[in-house]
T-cell receptor, first 114, second 114 residues
């Protein structure tokens, strides 16, 4: 079945550092891809998405490009802040176009130190 | 606009007890799903629904029941709680199939079974 693999961390960076969180996927066809963020004690929030190959999703300074050649959707940010400390999840539709939910990676815990 | 509301936020159960986790959304979304989040496991799909009266099993359905009598509500029932069901539970909904729009998540219910 479809699956998502992402680096698990924790990833610890200093403020203003460049961030990359790797995500690769296995799927039939070219599904939409998502990044969700979970701040401490909260639910998941949609951070960005891409619905077709070569699309770039962006939000709050984060970017990710849908690359079908490498089946990847890596999350990047040029200069992280302490407030970016959270758990980040890469996800794709579970099947049937997503009517039956999402399949998530195991999450990457990001810690930003001042 | 409340979005997806989950109650209760915290619950402690004794082994063998039953309970219902409530989930309600006010966005008129057809697609809803339940997940559990465990350390190092990411989020795993328990059950999902594509509309009132229609439900199906996800990746980890054993020990849980669901029903969908209205568009707004999608409760999750634990019939006989076990310590293995200690987890954080999230409900989510989507306007479309989720493959394009992604899902909106509630803030979660933290369940401890002793």
């Amino acid at each position: 079945g479809d699956s998502v693999t992402q680096m698990e961390g924790p990833v610890t960076l200093s403020e203003e550092a460049f961030l990359t969180i790797n995500c690769t996927y296995t799927a039939t066809g070219y599904p939409s891809l998502f990044w969700y963020v979970q701040y401490p004690g909260e639910g998941l929030q949609l951070l960005l998405k891409a619905t077709k190959a070569d699309d770039k999703g962006s939000n709050k300074g984060f970017e990710a490009t849908y690359r079908k050649e490498t089946t990847s959707f890596h999350l990047e940010k040029g200069s992280v802040q302490v407030s970016d400390s959270a758990v980040y999840f890469c996800a794709l539709p579970a099947g049937g176009g997503g009517a039956d939910g999402l399949t998530f990676g195991k999450g990457t815990h990001l810690i930003i130190q001042p | 606009n409340a979005g997806v509301t989950q109650t209760p936020k915290f619950q402690v159960l004794k082994t063998g007890q039953s309970m219902t986790l409530q989930c309600a959304q006010d966005m008129n979304h057809e697609y809803m799903s339940w997940y559990r989040q465990d350390p190092g496991m990411g989020l795993r799909l328990i059950h999902y629904s594509v509309g009132a009266g229609i439900t199906d099993q996800g990746e980890v359905p054993n020990g849980y029941n669901v029903s969908r009598s209205t568009t707004e509500d999608f409760p999750l029932r634990l019939l006989s709680a076990a310590p293995s069901q200690t987890s954080v539970y999230f409900c989510a909904s989507s306007a479309g199939t989720g493959g394009t729009y992604g899902y909106t998540f509630g803030s979660g219910t933290r369940l401890t079974v002793v």
